[in-house]
């Protein structure tokens, strides 16, 4: 049955009891005047409106999806799904599954993912409050070309198609709104073909309040797009920082600096110890952040971060924290001598307090170092599952 199903037209659903009998027969005709052969499955996340009894009567397929977050929906109705491509989008007769064609050409012609475009394509009047279509859409499409390099414009429209197998391989695990998102972040690093068409936005035909939270929801696709991109997040930062503080610091060690009428002293110096201590750490946080989503597959693995990685051994490690913490002991040792000169009494800040600076700044990162040196290691230590005592259970 599977390989006679060209597209599947996939709805998720939570109570859309106003909308989906509309919704469902709009895409029966398109199937229709298209010649397709094809379904229409509805995901019901459990509706206690009586959609179910709705979609049956109107000859869809329905597929009770128990774990509830429209990602876990979709995902459902995917797997469920019969066709060698599919359609998804909501059920609030906001898109026209009548006019699937483009989609489909897209899909024909060897495209995985199809996004629809609602800017290009036309927004109706109250279709979208003016905060997502000014600010949150265009912001968080943004940064997710920024990070990702997507050639998508509407980085969260609901209605886009793809290759059932193409989308199944990317082990999608999002059970939220955020699942849109990872969608597009996990084809884009797959080098999956992303194409983008036009579409039309209608406002919805439902009178309750949308599922949708405008605040919620916008975070929790930022903070995935965020926690998919170990670089942005940390790596870029982190490097920012330390520049900062090593360039910083190295022009304060000798002494105060006179800008202008500003003076940069011992409390600037402190400032850019900071930076150094923070800097390292998220540099730090990177690398086992990339580690660990590139060997459990929440990021595809690139042959040029796995080969940086490789190169950065734990004995490798190890010896530069050994070097700093050195450096760390040396400056302890200068700072007591000074203090010895004095007779251990009363000290000038302004002078001993480098001294001080430099060799806890010097500590601190070898031992940051040293700790996300193990940790990072016991993220790729090589294991082989369903193996006990030797024996494999396959």
């Not at 797959?190 to 406002?203: H, I, Q």
């Not at 790596?235 to 610091?249: D, F, K, N, R, S």
């Not at 490789?310 to 450096?327: N, V």
Request: glycine share 10%.
């Amino acid at each position: 049955m599977s390989d006679a199903l060209e597209l599947t037209i996939l709805m998720p659903c939570l109570n859309e009891a106003e909308t989906l009998a509309a919704c469902i027969a709009k895409a029966r005709s398109f199937l229709t005047r298209a010649g397709i052969a094809g379904e229409i499955v509805i995901a019901d996340n459990g509706s206690t409106d009586g959609s179910q009894a709705i979609a049956t009567a109107s000859g869809a397929r329905l597929i009770a999806v128990p774990e509830k977050g429209y990602g876990a929906a979709l995902a459902g109705g995917i797997d469920a799904a019969r066709g060698r491509f599919v359609i998804m989008a909501d059920a609030d007769d906001s898109y026209d599954f009548a006019n699937l064609d483009l989609f489909v050409a897209a899909l024909r012609d060897g495209a995985d993912l199809v996004m629809g475009n609602r800017f290009a394509g036309g927004i109706a009047p109250g279709a979208m409050p003016w905060h997502h279509r000014q600010i949150g859409n265009p912001a968080l499409s943004f940064v997710g070309r920024l990070f990702f390099h997507t050639p998508v414009n509407d980085f969260h429209c609901g209605l886009r198609g793809f290759s059932r197998a193409a989308i199944l391989a990317l082990n999608l695990r999002t059970t939220g709104m955020e699942f849109a998102s990872e969608m597009v972040v996990k084809a884009t690093l797959a080098n999956l073909d992303v194409r983008e068409v036009p579409t039309t936005l209608s406002k919805d035909g439902r009178s309750r309040a949308p599922h949708l939270r405008s605040f919620r929801d916008g975070w929790r696709h930022l903070r995935f797009l965020l926690l998919f991109s170990p670089r942005w997040l940390f790596l870029y930062p982190g490097m920012v920082l330390l520049l900062i503080g090593l360039v910083g610091g190295a022009a304060l060690l000798p002494g105060p600096m006179h800008i202008g009428g500003v003076v940069l002293g011992i409390h600037t110096f402190l400032v850019a110890a900071l930076c150094v201590i923070v800097g390292v750490q998220s540099i730090a946080f990177a690398i086992i952040g990339r580690r660990f989503a590139s060997r459990y597959g929440f990021i595809p693995p690139s042959d040029t971060y796995d080969r940086i990685l490789e190169a950065i051994t734990l004995e490798r490690i190890l010896l530069l924290s050994a070097i700093l913490m050195l450096t760390g002991v040396v400056a302890l040792g200068w700072g007591l001598s000074e203090w010895a000169q004095r007779g251990f009494g009363d000290l000038d800040p302004r002078t001993t307090m480098r001294a001080a600076i430099l060799a806890l700044t010097a500590l601190v990162c070898g031992f940051q170092l040293m700790m996300s040196g193990f940790m990072s290691s016991m993220i790729n230590i090589p294991f082989s599952e369903g193996r006990i005592g030797g024996q494999s259970n396959s």
